[in-house]
RNA sequence: GCCCCCGUAGCUCAGCCGGAUAGAGCAAGCGACUUCUAAUCGCUAGGCCGCAGGUUCGAGUCCUGCCGGGGGCGCCA
């Protein structure tokens, strides 16, 4: 056995044993029923009674939420099915008539107080028992309120972060980290077993870390540390191939080049030596990557070094977002996977290589489709173009008529060798019924030939596992719209954590009464949330718009961004319970009470939770769990500024109920979303 | 060239498997702190929902075309 085998071996007798803690751990918290939850009941009892009253087993139905300072009523009900199949006018003269008289009939008098229409609404208004028993509902549960089961016979692979060894973090992998993150923490929360998976690029262009740091061991600068001189290599690399590419000499370097060549590759100064240099380079760098992949000791040796500095320098970005990702697992360690089943590809003819001839062939039946008119010239020249660049390579052709390279001509292994060793691996370790990619926009492209590739080598079936590539905008600069560049937005990562601390710091509203302590770990724990905020409350498919140089419109944009707002929320609910110092008095202890058209709205909201965390699973969109946060804590506020809780030595029962449940269900929401809430702010 | 995303208030965005008078936040203006601590609350103002057709009883939402902005199209990851 190889070096490299030997340490995957070991590695995925770890993996297995962190899965099975992982298992364990899912099975030891079970998540509360879905159906159970007061807004699901009352909505399986309306279905019920509008599934008698027509006849009609198959009953569809829409509700809306409404204000009854506004409508008199707490939702509307629309029968979608049957205004489209009726029309609006006999909707509403036939149809709209008979369900209010339904919703307003003995079955639902317990709950409906009062049914109205108008148009094509049937508007129900709920007793206000009913509400104060919601609220009760979500006391009993505490911290558990929202989980639901919804997810309970899924695993799910979530795989996100994934930095690239021997470079830096940019903001792309913050937000994947973190999108990643509060998405796992939902379908947990939704009752799955989820297998979270940092990702690590640690194999594609290594052979130029192994040659490089060998050859360039001589030139580094002597303060360069092991971690630094990684990043340098991959510094050279493109310093050399911007060189070589642009076929210019040392003249047309700008300093920052001119520097690194020189020191580099000393005595290469015209364009033909820096060639030489650079292929010089790469064959002693392909060499190397060769002898890593069949396992050489000494190379895996210094390999596995280098995976380990770079992560070790990773560390400090995890660690400010306090974000741990259980499974850290190399793509080296999907590599024999890959290989070998390619291999098989091979000998079942389901992978081939793309030979002259074959492309010939090809070329043969587009010029037959131009003659045909069937498509354009321009349509096969680019087909002819794209078929000629994969000669030599090991293909596998897919369902949509496009290819997926698997392996280079030089029979090296690419990164789609190891991302569909990794789909293999990820059935046989964890069958998983879901994998979710957490990955940039950018590589639609790719995941959607790799899924396509799955299924064609049978590693995967149309149902199962279930893929998904979840996907988000970049980072753009907001004074020219323009993405940043890596190297642009490389920097500011960790920085701009820094800095939201301190600004967060410094704005303590209950300062005189914190320790140093309290005051830190609140900040900390606002600049995650404001961060977190700020990318999450909008559509993650959009870009998020950043200022360059100064940070103190960035920091301002986070203040803005609603997280700081919903803390500060839970924060001033959690102030009064504190205040009262006693449990809240339960529904029973409540006699006769006046239940506020705000109070009303406020609790819906909080109902709501559960199916805003199921949906937020379900369409891959932290964004409506963001939202909703914002929403509750939004009436809430407004509501804490005019109903008083407590006044002198009188505590107002249902008030304080309202106000525990409004405090449970921001925090357990605000936890999802990575944001612990501190006791103080 | 092909493909993808986005055009809604001055700005940032919700709303998108069609439904009540198109909603928030920020910015602007006015008002509220001896308080359950104002990181807050209340009020005011602000919209040919990019344009043009089409489908429909009904379109910001669906379809087609166009215009404008951004991105992707490596034997890199």
Redesign the pocket.
């Known amino acids: 056995m190889n070096e490299l085998a030997k340490h995957n071996e070991a590695r995925r007798q770890e993996i297995i044993k962190l899965r099975d803690i992982i298992r364990k751990r899912r099975a030891e918290s079970p998540v509360p029923s879905f159906a159970d939850y007061p807004l699901t009941r009352l909505q399986e009892r309306i279905t019920h009674v509008l599934r008698e009253h027509s006849g009609q087993a198959d009953v569809t139905w829409?509700i809306?939420v409404?204000d009854r300072s506004?409508?008199g009523?707490d939702?509307?009900v629309?029968l979608?099915g049957l205004?489209?199949e009726h029309?609006?006018?006999e909707?509403i003269e036939s149809d709209v008539p008979r369900i209010a008289e339904a919703l307003a009939g003995p079955e639902l008098a317990d709950v409906v107080a009062q049914v109205?229409?108008?148009?094509?609404?049937?508007?129900v208004r709920l007793v206000n028992h009913w509400f104060l028993a919601g609220v009760q509902a979500v006391i009993d549960l505490a911290e558990r309120f929202g989980h639901n089961d919804t997810r309970s016979s899924r695993a799910q692979v979530v795989d996100y972060s994934?930095p690239?060894v021997a470079k830096v973090l940019h903001a792309g992998h913050f937000r994947s980290t973190m999108i990643g993150h509060v998405l796992a923490n939902l379908y947990e929360a939704c009752g799955a077993v989820v297998y979270r998976i940092n990702?690590i690029?640690?194999?594609?262009?290594f052979g130029f870390m192994l040659e490089g740091f060998r050859r360039f061991d001589p030139y580094f600068p002597p303060t360069l540390g092991n971690n630094e001189r990684l990043l340098e290599i991959y510094a050279i690399r493109r310093t050399l191939e911007r060189a070589v590419a642009a076929s210019e000499g040392l003249s047309a370097a700008d300093e920052r080049e001119h520097q690194i060549l020189t020191r580099y590759f000393p005595g290469a100064s015209t364009a033909e030596e820096l060639r030489a240099a650079y292929e010089g380079f790469v064959a002693a760098a392909d060499e190397r990557f060769q002898k890593l992949e069949e396992g050489d000791a000494d190379e895996v040796a210094l390999w596995r070094r280098m995976v380990e500095w770079s992560l070790a320098g990773f560390q400090p970005f995890y660690t400010a977002l306090d974000i741990d990702i259980d499974f850290v697992i190399g793509?080296s360690f999907y590599l024999e996977a890959g290989n070998s089943l390619v291999d098989e590809a091979i000998s079942n003819g389901s992978a081939f290589e793309?030979t002259k001839r074959r492309v010939c062939e090809e070329v043969a039946e587009l010029d037959r489709a131009v003659a045909a008119e069937e498509i354009?010239i321009?349509?096969r020249d680019?087909a002819v173009a794209?078929l000629e660049?994969?000669?030599?390579?090991i293909v596998v052709p897919l369902p949509s008529g496009e290819r997926l390279?698997v392996?280079?001509?030089?029979g090296?292994?690419?990164?789609?060798?190891?991302?569909l060793g990794a789909i293999k691996l990820r059935r046989e370790i964890f069958d998983p019924t879901d994998i979710n990619y957490v990955?940039?926009?950018?590589?639609?492209?790719?995941f959607n030939r790799l899924f396509q590739a799955a299924q064609v080598l049978g590693i995967a079936t149309a149902t199962k596992p279930k893929f998904q590539h979840t996907y988000f905008?970049?980072y753009?600069d907001a004074a020219?719209?323009?993405?940043l560049s890596s190297r642009e937005s490389v920097a500011g990562v960790n920085e701009l954590l820094a800095a939201a601390v301190t600004?967060?710091?410094a704005?303590?509203?209950?300062?005189?009464?914190?320790t140093e302590e309290e005051l830190d770990q609140?900040?900390r724990q606002?600049a995650v949330g404001?961060i977190v905020f700020n990318d999450l409350?909008?559509?993650?498919?959009?870009?998020?718009?950043i200022a360059r140089g100064d940070l103190t419109p960035i920091i301002a944009?986070f203040?803005?961004s609603?997280g700081?707002?919903v803390?500060?929320?839970a924060?001033?609910a959690r102030?009064?319970l504190?205040?009262?110092g006693k449990p809240v008095p339960h529904l029973r202890e409540i006699g006769a009470f006046e239940l506020s058209d705000q109070e009303a709205l406020l609790i819906f909201r909080i109902l709501e939770f559960p199916d805003k965390a199921a949906k937020a699973a379900d369409e891959d969109?932290p964004?409506?769990l963001v939202?909703h946060l914002?929403?509750i804590?939004?009436?809430y506020?407004?509501?804490?500024?005019?109903?008083?809780?407590?006044?002198?030595n009188k505590?107002n029962k249902s008030?304080l109920m309202i106000?525990r449940a409004a405090q449970l269900v921001l925090t357990t929401g605000l936890k999802l979303c990575h944001v612990e809430c501190p006791p103080?702010?």
């Not at 690029?201 to 262009?205: H, I, K, M, V």
């Not at 090296?412 to 991302?419: E, K, L, M, N, V």
């Not at 409350?537 to 718009?545: L, N, P, Q, T, Y």
């Open positions: 829409e809306d409404l506004k409508f009523a939702f509307a629309r979608t205004l489209k029309g609006s006018k909707y109205t229409h108008k148009g094509i609404y049937v508007n994934s690239n990702h690029n640690d194999f594609g262009g793509e793309l354009t321009p349509m680019q794209l660049k994969d000669i030599g390579a390279v392996r280079r001509s030089d090296r292994s690419i990164y789609a060798t190891r991302d990955v940039g926009q950018e590589q639609r492209v790719h905008g970049f753009v020219t719209g323009k993405k600004h967060f710091r704005r303590s509203a209950e300062g005189g009464t914190m609140a900040a606002l404001s409350k909008r559509d993650m498919k959009g870009s998020v718009s944009d203040e803005k609603g700081p707002y803390v500060y929320s924060c001033r102030a009064i504190r205040k009262y969109n964004s409506i939202r914002l929403e804590a939004g009436i506020n407004s509501y804490y500024a005019s109903a008083p809780v407590l006044e002198g505590a008030r106000t103080k702010i």
